[in-house]
């Protein structure tokens, strides 16, 4: 954040973020931080929020998207809103069967904001809740090297997931709070030459190790 040479733009769907600088839970002086922008998007205003996200996104800039349940509890209650509208107007379900599920409709979202940044790489940082088990059972589950033979089988496995799918580069954070530590690891990365070990690679083979660091204390 205290970086000077990249503009942040904060999607705050569940407000905590914002929460925090306003009442100084965090102990940071707002003007500190000329280059963190806050978003604040509404049900109703997520399209218009997006569409100037896009507007002003550079080669200097980070994109933090918090959170994607956040992002698709909206889009729920967007797509339940229309639905409802569809149907008093028109009496029928043909028009609500038109709007896809927020699954689909926030991977199409993060899809835009991928291919916009596509020359510059700029970072999309996405943050999610969830059970840690379920977060480490993922990424083993991507990082999980297959016996020989089976690498159509590994290769299935890994498009089944969105991320990996849409994005030339992955790279997974987790922060462990007893610790101060945060963790991360490299589960996708189209733009190394060659990994290490001199691992066949494809278009997709998962190869890093975990990394942790105290950054808080640096």
């Known amino acids: 954040m205290n970086s000077k040479e990249k503009h942040i733009s904060f999607m705050d769907f569940d407000t905590v973020f914002s929460s925090y600088l306003q009442t100084k839970t965090l102990k940071f002086d ?3 931080f000329s280059d963190l922008t806050i978003i604040l998007p509404r049900i109703g205003t997520i399209a ?3 569409k100037e996200l896009l507007g002003t996104i550079s ?3 980070i994109i933090i998207i918090d959170s994607l349940n956040g992002l698709m509890d909206s889009l729920n209650m ?3 809103k229309s639905k409802s509208n569809a149907k008093a107007k028109e009496g029928d379900d043909n028009r609500a069967s038109k709007h896809r599920s927020a699954g689909h409709q926030s991977l199409n979202i993060l ?6 940044i ?3 790489e700029v970072p999309i940082v996405v943050t999610v809740y969830q059970p840690i088990e379920k977060s480490k059972k993922m990424i083993q589950e991507l990082l999980s090297i297959k016996e020989e033979g089976e690498e159509e089988e590994e290769e299935k ?3 089944t997931n969105h991320f990996v799918r849409i994005s030339n580069s992955i790279l997974f954070l987790e922060f ?3 610790d101060l530590k945060t963790g991360f690891t490299v589960i996708k990365n189209n733009g190394s030459p060659s990994p290490p070990s001199g691992k066949n690679v494809k278009t997709f083979y998962p190869y890093s190790t975990w990394h942790y660091y105290n950054f808080i204390n640096i």
């Open 111 to 116: 899809f835009l904001l991928l291919k916009k």
């Open 30 to 32: 707002n003007s500190d």
């Open 176 to 178: 462990i709070e007893e």
């Open 59 to 61: 080669c200097d800039s």
């Open 78 to 80: 967007l797509s339940s």
């Open 118 to 120: 596509e020359s510059c």
């Open 157 to 159: 496995e890994a498009q």
């Open 48 to 50: 218009k929020a997006f």
